[in-house]
């Protein structure tokens, strides 16, 4: 089993910026691929960004050049930079892990974290 742990959520005025982590722990070897998922009131649970276990990253346009997904390995750590938040980035943001290299569906995760909440205020 992998328990992930995220940290860094709160609120923030429009425009400002965030740095969420996830820390796993367990049986990390099985970890490959990791993601960012958010999922707001009334809303579907959607990929904010994903890595592989090579490093390769995928963001939706929503995001894409305003969020960043890292990983330390050393750390067992993944990081999501959120830079330029609006209101519609308002969200419960929750860590994955896979055990897949590469995982673009959410049915790909194997592993949740419980989830840190983000408000931007406008």
């Known amino acids: 089993q992998v328990q992930l742990v995220e940290s860094g959520g709160g609120l923030v005025q429009s425009g400002g910026s965030l740095r969420l982590s996830c820390a796993a722990s367990?049986?990390?070897?099985?970890?490959?691929?990791m993601g960012w998922y958010r999922q707001a009131p009334g809303k579907q649970r959607e990929l904010v960004a994903g890595?592989?276990?090579?490093?390769?990253?995928n963001y939706p346009d929503s995001v894409k050049g305003r969020f960043t997904i890292s990983r330390d390995n050393a750390k067992n750590t993944v990081y999501l930079q959120m830079n330029s938040l609006n209101s519609d980035d308002t969200a419960k943001y929750s860590c994955?892990?896979?055990?897949?290299?590469?995982?673009?569906?959410?049915?790909?995760?194997?592993?949740w974290g419980q989830g840190t909440q983000v408000t931007v205020s406008s």
């Open positions: 890595i592989t276990s090579g490093g390769s990253t």
């Open positions: 367990g049986s990390i070897f099985s970890i490959n691929a």
């Open positions: 994955a892990a896979a055990r897949e290299r590469v995982a673009n569906t959410a049915r790909l995760y194997d592993y």
